[in-house]
Structure formats: C-alpha cells, structure tokens
C-alpha cells in the first residue's frame, strides 16, 4: 500500500531557527538556506571567465559592479538607516577624486590608493553630510542632490583637482584578471559583510534609529552619531567603486559627480528590491547590461530605458528579491506522515 | 536637603515651558529624594507631560533648572540625561514596530550606559544580550516560554508596549525612572500584576516618578504626590493630604476624573 504523505513547505522549522542561530539537521535544509547564495557568488565568479571573449562585456560586468555598490549603498540608507540620499554621484566622486591624487600625486599603487581612497573619501564625505543629518525625508534628499553638482561647478570654477581636465595617467591593474577579480570580490564580500553587520547588535541599533528615533534617545544612544557612523559605511561602498572605477580608466574628471550615477543606483534598487542588499546586485546585473543593449536604439534609449523601468514599479513593486524570497518560501515538498 | 535630611536626587526649579503663547508649564519647583515613588497627578493637559520632556531633556524649559544628584542637567541632550541614568517611558508608545519585542530590549542593551553599568549576564556579545533581553521581558510578566516575547513588536497589544516601554529604561539600569500613564489604557487585572513589578524596582532602590490618572493605584505605592494644574503646582505632600485638598478635589475629583475608575 502506498505510504500516506502530504505537502509541507520546505522552510517550515527552518526559519525560526536560521534567524539566529545556525543548527540545521540536514544537507538539505543548508542546501536550501545556502543554495540562492552560491548561485549568486557563484554567477559573479564565472563571469570573467564567461566573458573572456569580449573585453566591452567584460567592462559591463565591471560597470554592473559599481551600479551594485552604489546601489547598495542607497538601499542600506534609504532602508536601514531612513536617509534617503540621492547622492551616490557625490561618494563615487569623492572616492574617485581622493584615489586619484592618492595614485597621482603621492605616486602609490593601486592596493594602497585605493583602500586609502575609500576611506579618506568616506570621511570627508561623512563630514560633510554630517550637518545635514537632523533633516529628513525630503530635505535630506534634496541636499545629497545638491552636493555632486556643487563640487562639479566648484572644481570648474576654481580650477582645484585638475579643472576640467581632471586627472590622467593614474596607475593601472597589473592584469585583467586583477582588475576583475578585485571588483567583484569585493563588491560580493561587501554586501555579504553589510548584511552580517546588520544582523548584529551594532547594526540593529541602526535599524532602530530608523524605526524610532526617539526610543533610541531615551535608550541613552547618541542618535546623530549613530548615524554618522552608518553615513560612513554607506560612503564606503560609493567611494569604493569610485576609487576603483578611476584606476580601471586611468583618469578621473567632473563626470565622476555625474547624476546618472545617483540615479541608476536607486533604478536598480527598485527592480532588485527595496531593503534586501542582495536586490540591489540582481538589479544592477539586469540594468546595466540592458542599458548597455539600449544604446542601439540611439536617443530613443532613455524611452525605452523609462518604459522598462515604469513597467517594473507597476507590475513588480516589490522587487525581483522579495518576489523570489516569497516564491522560494513557498517550495514544498512531500514528507512520509 | 529636604525636610526629611536628604538631600535630593533631583531638583526641579522654577521650571516653565511655553508653546507661542501656551504657556504648558508655569514656575513648578520640586524635590524627589532617592528611594521616593513620586507621583504626579493632573487633569488632561495640565502639563505633566510637558514637564517630563523638560527634566529628560526632549524639550528645552523656557526658564528654570533642572538638577540630578546636584549636577546641572537642563537643557542637556536626552541621549545624555538617559546615560546619566534619568530614563522615562513615553505615554504614546514608541516601541520598534519592525523588530520582535526582545530585540526591542537588545537596543538600550547595547547602549554606552547598559555596556558601562549594567552588569547584566554575560554582557559582552549577541547571544547574551537577546537572553538577557528575554530574562527582562519575563521580569516583566511576558511569559518565557510562549511566542509572545519573538513576537514582532507592532503586533503586541497595548499592555505588552507599556511593559516594553518599562523594559527600555530597566536595561539601563536607571537611577530614575520616569512613568508617564504607563497604566493608563491597562484593565484592571494588567494593572494589578504591574503594582508589583513597580514595587520592586522601588525595593531595588531606583527613585521612581509615576504620572497618573489611576489614583487608587498610584496611592498604593506612591509616598508622595505632587497635582498640577493649567501648568502650575497645586499642592504637594503625603497622598492624603493631597487628595484632601480643596484644590484637587475642585481640579481633579469634581470632574469625577480618577475614582470614578
Ligand atoms: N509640542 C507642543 N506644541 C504646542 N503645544 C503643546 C505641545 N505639547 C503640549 N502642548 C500643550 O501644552 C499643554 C500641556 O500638555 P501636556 O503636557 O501634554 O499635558 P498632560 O500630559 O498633563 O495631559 C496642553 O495645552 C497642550 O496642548
Ligand atoms: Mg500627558
């Protein structure tokens, strides 16, 4: 006689227990809990390799790398920390600009010009930010807006940083497979990390200021600070792919505060999914490239760039994350009863 | 010092806030001493509220001070009054909607006071602050073994938020502790099981302020009891003689406000 059996959703006992503490029973629930997130490290792995024909496609995996990070960026602020910062543009610029006086005029190596392009250009960007932290919502958008273009017309205007020419003959990667494997590496471990930070007490509170700001003012926790100190992490993301970004071209100029690199981010958050971290990548990996196809279409790309886009905040509001999360939920399988 | 020798653990003076013209607090000058259940009582928008965001510093006072264990503390930021060990509860509930009720508790965890004073097991990483964050909310009558304490905070009715707004400022261990209505909204039975649990804290030797409307509760465990009126003090001593005031009972009691609960 057959054995009796019904359906049961794979998560089921897994959930409760994954959230915090890791103690699973069997290669298939690890599988299961693992399984989206090799294929994901594992796809970004390949694609050099997979690419390896093409150095324009290579390049695209490298832009899709960087829309990736500042689209991170975005969503840790906007989602986490309630900042809603149109300026992407200004961390990559600042990251960019810092890298490149690091390499050109301190004459240092791409391993050092860049860390240090980071994190030089994230603090100068965290102090700058620093006095707009009270404003909110809107306010606070407008001004992150705000700094690209006034760093655009103030190195125009007073010739500082190069002018208008920028930088030139910054030092390069030794190989390609270098220059491939450190962006995407990174890009990988840096939202892996951010997602662990979260996780933790640290980023809790940070999650909290988000929630409730004055329960973290009662709770004895100084709020601006907190903040301060999650401005910094998300400027590194975008100072990251901006020091990068200027050593793969060997030159850096006023474009690097270009609003595209505000806008594309928060497009790619979208399709990805809003407060995930991983959506973000899935959505740079689906835009770049498909902007990149656009560019056959001429001046008729931006419409069918907004078609794309509207299409996908009307039927998928969501997000492509949060969808397959919900989706991938659901699996069921036949258990013996 | 105070009548009774001691010297006070906080020192209200002249305080005064105005809204434009609405003048919300007027002159109120008070002593609590260490150990004291303090209670303040007032009819809707006498001030009470007002007053607590003046001492814990979510409002600057117009005029006055406002001293914690002799120390200058007016106008200083909340996040230092709460560090100081001045901790309050809102009367509208701020709990973290998105996150269980225990993590709710992990954040005045990890807060520079709690790590500096706290002293609670374990201390140091995740783990121990979530099981510390469990043993609080059982101290606070969410029963250990249910779901209620994994529950996400924005689904927990009224009584659980209250508790959740006392677990905030026990986590750190507070000297003062601040109650702005946290009964009201509570049926009885809810009330009746927090009477302890604020008596304790009492035996532990934290200085309690209690906001009320519920006077019989509050009498029960409150030494002392101060009534506002349209901003202003009324009257202040032993509950019994503040109930007896011709003041109160024309204020407060002829609404037919309070025992009629
Ligand atoms: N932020 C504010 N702006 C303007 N008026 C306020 C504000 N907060 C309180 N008030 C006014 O101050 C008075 C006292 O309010 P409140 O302190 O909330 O009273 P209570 O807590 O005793 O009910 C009321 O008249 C109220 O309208
Ligand atoms: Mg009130």
């Known amino acids: 006689m057959a054995q009796a059996r019904r359906k049961e959703r794979i998560d089921r006992g897994i959930k409760v227990r994954s959230d915090s503490i890791y103690a699973l029973s069997s290669w298939e629930e690890i599988a299961y809990l693992l399984g989206p997130r090799a294929l994901l490290i594992g796809g970004f792995l390949l694609l050099p ?3 390896l024909p093409s150095p324009y496609w290579s390049r695209v995996a490298l832009s899709v790398c960087v829309v990736a990070l500042l689209a991170v960026s975005f969503d840790f602020l ?5 900042l809603v910062s149109l300026g992407g543009a200004f961390f990559y610029g600042i990251g960019g600009y810092m890298a490149a ?3 050109t005029e301190l004459g240092l190596p791409p391993v050092v010009a860049i860390p240090a392009g980071t994190v030089l250009g994230a603090a100068v960007c965290t102090l700058l930010l620093v006095p707009c932290l009270p404003l909110r919502g809107i306010y606070f958008a407008i001004i992150t807006l705000m700094y690209p273009l006034f760093m655009t017309r103030l ?10 020419e920028g930088f030139r003959g910054i030092t390069g990667f030794s190989s390609r497979w270098t220059e491939q494997y450190g962006l995407i590496v990174v890009t990988l471990a840096g939202v892996f990390a951010l997602r662990r930070f979260l996780a933790e007490d640290a980023g809790l509170v940070i999650r909290a200021v988000k929630d409730n700001d004055q329960a973290v003012r009662a709770s004895g926790i100084n709020v601006t600070w907190t903040k301060a100190k999650a401005v910094f992490v998300a400027a590194l993301f975008g100072c990251f792919a901006g020091a990068y970004y200027v050593h793969m071209y060997r030159n850096v100029g006023i474009s690097s505060f270009a609003l595209d690199l505000s806008i594309m981010p928060i497009a790619a958050t979208v399709i990805g999914g809003s407060g995930t971290l991983v959506g973000p990548l899935i959505g740079a ?3 770049v490239p498909l902007s990149e196809l656009l560019r056959d279409f001429g001046s008729l790309r931006i419409v ?6 509207t299409g996908f905040v009307v039927l998928q509001s969501e997000g492509l994350m949060n969808f397959a999360t919900r989706k991938y939920q659901q699996f069921e399988r036949w258990v013996r009863v | 010092m105070n009548a ?3 010297r006070p653990i906080l020192e209200i003076q002249g305080l005064s806030k105005q809204f434009g013209g609405v003048k919300a607090v007027e002159d109120v000058t008070f002593q609590v001493a260490p150990g004291d259940v303090f209670g303040i009582i007032g009819p809707n928008g006498s001030g009470k509220t007002t007053l607590i965001n003046c001492i814990t510093g979510f409002l600057k006072p117009t005029r006055g001070s406002v001293r914690f264990n002799g120390r200058e503390i007016t106008g200083m930021k909340p996040h230092r009054i709460a560090d100081l060990g001045v901790t309050r509860t809102f009367q509208i509930m701020r709990p973290y909607f998105s996150m269980p009720a225990y993590k709710n508790l992990v954040i005045p965890l990890s807060s520079p006071r709690a790590k500096r004073v706290g002293g609670w097991r374990g201390g140091g990483r995740h783990g121990d602050r979530n099981t510390v964050a469990v043993d609080i909310l059982e101290e606070l009558g969410f029963e250990r073994d249910s779901r209620v304490p994994y529950k996400i905070a924005g689904t927990l009715p009224t009584g659980y938020l209250k508790r959740l707004e006392l677990g905030r400022c026990i986590a750190l261990r507070p000297e003062v502790l601040i109650c702005d209505e946290v009964f009201s909204g509570l049926s009885a039975s809810e009330i009746a099981s927090l009477v302890p649990l604020i008596e304790k804290l009492r035996d532990q030797g934290i200085t309690i302020i209690m906001i009320e409307h519920r006077l019989r509760e509050l009498f029960r465990v409150a030494n002392r009891v101060m009534a506002l009126s ?13 109930i007896d005031h011709p003041k109160v009972r024309e204020a407060y009691l002829g609404s037919e406000e309070g025992f009629t609960c």
Not at chain 1, 78 to 82: D, E, K, L, R, Y
Not at chain 2, 230 to 242: C, D, I, N, Q, S
């Open chain 2, 4 to 6: 009774r020798g001691e």
């Open chain 1, 101 to 103: 006086v690091a390499s």
């Open chain 1, 78 to 82: 906007a989602n986490f920390v309630g």
């Open chain 1, 285 to 287: 990996l689906l835009l």
């Open chain 1, 155 to 164: 190195i125009e205007a007073t010739e500082i940083l190069g002018g208008t």
């Open chain 1, 49 to 51: 390799v997979v690419l």
């Open chain 2, 230 to 242: 349209y901003g202003e003090k009324v009257v202040e001593g032993e509950p019994l003689e503040v």
């Open chain 1, 304 to 309: 069918v760039y907004a078609l794309v886009l």
